[in-house]
T-cell receptor, first 111, second 116 residues
């Protein structure tokens, strides 16, 4: 079983749509959770951290369910600029351990 | 602004050349930095963990004599691809964080290496 699993995608959605990404992780000792986005031929960039209580940043909402070891990302009112690959990322120990990445879910927002 | 700087962003060189890539944390000290490699349409693969003042920890299958890592200061790690060959052509990315739990790591801009 992979450590972090994501919807394989791709997701092709029209502008204005709401889209949800799901992610599960296998290590119950995981401590920190993030969503990164990666544009084609660019480095990953932090989109948002994910907290147990759930958190929102503008059109983006992240949820964490520790019992189910499940993380989600909801994007409302999709924009063309949201087109990217979204990476579910988990850190199992301290901040000095390597991040564990899902393979990413590709999103294409279409006009 | 960027918190992790990586240089150079692009390298094109002949087979057999050694290439050095620098990764700097700009406004924090990083006792640990990470080096990744990403081939086209594939996910990031961790190559090694760079530890300040000690030897790097390499992932299985990564040749430590081929990919030399030096982490001589709290803000700088270097990756040297020795005697590079076309199959080493890839996107190399470093990351670093403050080391604090719950704090994200940040990535350098990446280095696109093309070996002819």
């Amino acid at each position: 079983r992979k450590e972090v699993e994501q919807d394989p995608g791709p997701f092709n959605v029209p502008e204005g749509a709401t889209v949800a990404f799901n992610c599960t992780y296998s290590n119950s000792a995981s401590q920190s959770f993030f969503w990164y986005r990666q544009d084609c031929r660019k480095e990953p960039k932090l989109l948002m951290s994910v907290y147990s209580s759930g958190n929102e940043d503008g059109r983006f909402t992240a949820q964490l369910n520790r019992a189910s070891q499940y993380i989600s990302l909801l994007i409302r009112d999709s924009k063309l600029s949201d087109s990217a690959t979204y990476l579910c990322v988990v850190n199992s120990n301290s901040g000095n351990t390597p991040l564990v990445f899902g393979k990413g879910t590709r999103l294409s927002v279409i006009a | 602004g960027a918190v992790v700087s990586q240089h150079p962003s692009r390298v094109i060189c002949k087979s057999g050349t050694s290439v050095k890539i620098e990764c700097r944390s700009l406004d924090f000290q990083a006792t640990t930095m990470f080096w990744y490699r990403q081939f086209p349409k594939q996910s990031l693969m961790l190559m090694a963990t760079s530890n300040e003042g000690s030897k790097a920890t390499y992932e299985q299958g990564v040749e430590k004599d081929k990919f030399l890592i030096n982490h001589a200061s709290l803000t700088l790690s270097t990756l040297t691809v020795t005697s590079a060959h076309p199959e080493d052509s890839s996107f190399y990315i470093c990351s670093a964080g403050s080391g604090l739990l719950y704090q994200p790591q940040h990535f350098g801009d990446g280095t696109r290496l093309s070996i002819l």
